[in-house]
Nanobody, 126 residues
Framework: QVQLVESGGGLVQAGGSLRLSCAASGRTVSSANMGWFRQAPGKEREFVAAITWSGGSTSYADSVKGRFTISRDNAKNTVYLQMNSLKPEDTAVYYC???????????????????WGQGTQVTVSS
């Protein structure tokens, strides 16, 4: 099993940047495919970004493409989400997740992930 802990959330002004981290621990965590999702108040959880275990393939929601970058350091068992040019609509609780199986299309669906972190709040003021 895998345990995930997010960090790096906070309050930032529109146009600013934040870097989220997700520290993973557990059996063979370096081989897990990873993703970031977010959930705003009153809305369903939505896909943000995903990365395969090798880091060779990434996928982004259209709303964040060009602004957010997902990356991973398997040696440190950590996944990152660099968020630039933040907008108030980016305000949400951000969750990282791990999946046994991968693929740029497969990883866009939250129900296909096996483990989830507790989330970290990101608030963007206007």
């Amino acid at each position: 099993q895998v345990q995930l802990v997010e960090s790096g959330g906070g309050l930032v002004q529109a146009g600013g940047s934040l870097r989220l981290s997700c520290a993973a621990s557990g059996r063979t965590v370096s081989s897990a495919n990873m993703g970031w999702f977010r959930q705003a108040p009153g809305k369903e959880r939505e896909f943000v970004a995903a990365i395969t275990w090798s880091g060779g393939s990434t996928s982004y929601a259209d709303s964040v493409k060009g602004r957010f970058t997902i990356s991973r350091d398997n040696a440190k068992n950590t996944v990152y989400l660099q968020m630039n040019s933040l907008k108030p609509e980016d305000t949400a609780v951000y969750y990282c997740a791990a999946a046994r199986y991968g693929g740029t299309v497969y990883l866009r669906v939250g129900t296909r992930y096996d483990y989830w972190g507790q989330g970290t709040q990101v608030t963007v003021s206007s």
